[in-house]
């Protein structure tokens, strides 16, 4: 075993959205930056290894408008450029350009933190470092730098140094949330395995193994849509672990999601129900997604009162706007619907004081760890979200080495500067920098486009589905003609619109 030290001025564990996107923020700061990933890819959930598709402001498309700048607008550009399939092996390679974009920041795969240095008292620790074991190298890494990022997700690295946290739902008292328990209690959102089929041009058989479930000894054939031809996220109900520990049963809630999987992989091919003849498993995922563990303490505790009443924090640094999306405890065996969803009237804030914690002077979060209560992280958990928190935390932790002050010592107009000048979308602040040549700059052009109308259209859009139809309209648009032809009798539905 090689014995190793990495010397940064900033620290960031856990390469999900939130990690990447505060890695690339600390760097382009002019930081140096460890970025620690305990897996091969990046992305966490995003990645090919768990699958899961990123979300974020524009909600289930009620935000139409609100869409993330900043880093996680440049990989969303990125990818649509270059992978409009969304293919997941194309978008790790996006995120991994990304990273490897930045000079400033040393990435370390493979490599699982799971020692903490902290000193201080309970209610002011510092920590001093953190060591991995980057496998597959037989190299001990011990980081050391003046801030630690922990966006690992389940929060393993706050965990250690002694910050502040809380697993589960608070009492409905406690943050005055009508959507909390009477009673608090140790119930999270469970874990998922997605899968994907594809169509083998050729008739396969399936011999389910033998730890395939008998799904119709279950809820799930009446409760749960099942097609054929669905992949990846169409079955993010599978699952399961919410009244375990999603950390400590993570192979025990593994075993019980392959055996689901495979056993309604058995129910398509094998009971006679489905047109599922060619079909064949192409990928089934190995590493559960994680939906919720650990969450932090810090300054201040979002809760459902700031989602819903869109609180306007002084020190806002991201924004949301998915609604807040829990599940039952019982997950895929549950007989009522796999989630339930509460919208804010559009998008909300999210303020600094819950990206920093409350006794760790040195230590800041970013993900689906921060400081929320369960019904807040039940929105703020989708991955663009995360990423934008990530931003904000990232942006804060460069600050910081550079000023020597520890977070909640921070200046948040000079942290709002710095992200704005990193073309974050901080809702309703504008910049104020005046370094700032935006503000001094002026657009003009050569014409201006007047009206919307479609005048030749060379090809017809067949209608087989719902199709939407965007229109970046004038706030006085009187009307709107849509030209449609039909072969024979039918109904057309039309909804519109206003997102203002
Ligand atoms: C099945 C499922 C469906 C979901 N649906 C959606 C959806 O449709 N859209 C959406 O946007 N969000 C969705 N979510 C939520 C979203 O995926 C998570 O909230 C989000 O991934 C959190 O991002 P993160 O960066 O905080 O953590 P993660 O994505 O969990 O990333 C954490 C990273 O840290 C690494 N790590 C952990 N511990 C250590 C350690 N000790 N040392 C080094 N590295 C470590 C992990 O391997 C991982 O790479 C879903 C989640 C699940 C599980």
Same mark, same amino acid.
């Given at each position: ?9 900033? &620290? ?88 490897? $974009? ?33 496998? @597959? ?5 011990? +980081?050391?730098?003046?801030? +630690? ?23 409905? !008292? ?17 874990? &998922? ?41 169409? *079955?993010?109900?599978?699952? +399961? ?58 300054? *201040?505790?979002?809760?459902? @009162? ?7 924090? $002084?020190?806002?640094?991201? +924004? ?51 400081? $929320? ?28 080495? &550079? ?41 003009? !052009? ?6 919307? !109308? ?47």
């Amino acid at each position: 075993m090689r014995n190793e030290t990495a010397r940064h001025d900033v &620290t960031v564990v856990g390469g999900g959205l939130a990690g990447v996107c505060a890695a690339i923020a600390a760097a382009r700061l002019g930081r140096s930056v460890a970025l620690i990933n305990n897996r091969p890819v990046l992305g966490g959930n995003a990645s090919s290894e768990v699958r899961v598709w990123v979300c974020g402001a524009t909600g289930h498309g009620k935000n139409h408008h609100a869409r993330e700048g900043g880093i996680m607008g440049e990989l969303l550009v990125e990818n649509q450029f270059r992978n409009p399939d969304g293919n997941p092996y194309y978008w790790d390679a996006v995120v991994l350009d990304a990273v490897r $974009a930045e000079p400033g920041i040393t990435l370390y795969l493979n490599t699982d933190v799971r020692e903490v240095d902290a000193e201080g008292p309970d209610e002011a620790r510092r920590i001093t470092s953190v060591t991995g074991w980057m496998m @597959g190298s037989e190299r001990r890494i011990r +980081f050391e730098s003046s801030l +630690f990022l922990d966006c690992t997700g389940d929060g393993l690295i706050g965990h250690l140094a002694g910050a502040r946290h809380r697993i589960g739902r608070e009492s409905r !008292a406690e943050y005055d949330e009508a959507w909390a328990p009477e009673t608090a209690d140790d119930i999270t959102l469970g874990s &998922t395995l997605l899968f994907y089929t594809k169509d083998a041009g050729h008739p396969v058989k399936f011999v389910p193994p033998n730890f395939a479930k008998d799904i119709t000894r279950t809820s799930i054939p009446q409760r749960r849509i099942i097609k054929a031809g669905d992949n990846g996220c169409a *079955y993010w109900w599978i699952e +399961f672990g919410g009244e375990l520990d999603t950390v400590h049963d993570n192979e025990r809630i593994r075993d019980e999601l392959w055996s689901v999987i495979h056993g309604i992989w058995d129910h398509i091919k094998n009971s006679g129900e489905f047109d599922a003849a060619n079909m064949t498993l192409e990928w089934v995922g190995s590493v559960p997604g994680k939906r919720e563990y650990r969450r932090f303490l810090g300054d *201040y505790v979002l809760h459902q @009162g700031d989602i819903l009443g869109q609180t306007e924090f $002084a020190d806002r640094v991201a +924004f949301g706007g998915w609604s807040i999306d829990l599940h039952p405890p019982q997950g895929m065996f549950a007989t009522e619907a796999g989630a339930r969803q509460l919208y804010a009237d559009g998008i909300y804030h999210i303020p600094y004081r819950s990206l920093y914690s409350v006794n760790t002077e040195n230590l800041l979060f970013a993900g689906r760890n921060i400081s $929320a209560s369960h019904v807040a992280f039940g929105s703020t958990r989708v991955m663009a979200t995360c990423a934008t928190i990530g931003q904000a935390a990232g942006t804060a932790a460069a600050l910081c080495a &550079t000023g020597n002050v520890t977070p909640r010592e921070l200046p948040v107009p000079e942290l709002h500067r710095a992200l704005l000048r990193q073309d974050a979308s901080l809702i309703g602040l504008a910049s104020t920098d005046p370094e700032d040549l935006a503000l001094r700059a002026r657009a003009t !052009a050569s014409s201006t486009l007047t009206g919307l !109308a479609v005048e030749d259209s060379d090809e017809l859009w067949p209608l087989a589905a719902d199709a939407g139809l965007v229109l970046p309209a004038d706030p006085d648009l009187s009307g709107v003609e849509l030209l449609v032809d039909a072969d024979r009798d039918t109904e057309i539905v039309i909804d519109l619109y206003d997102p203002a």
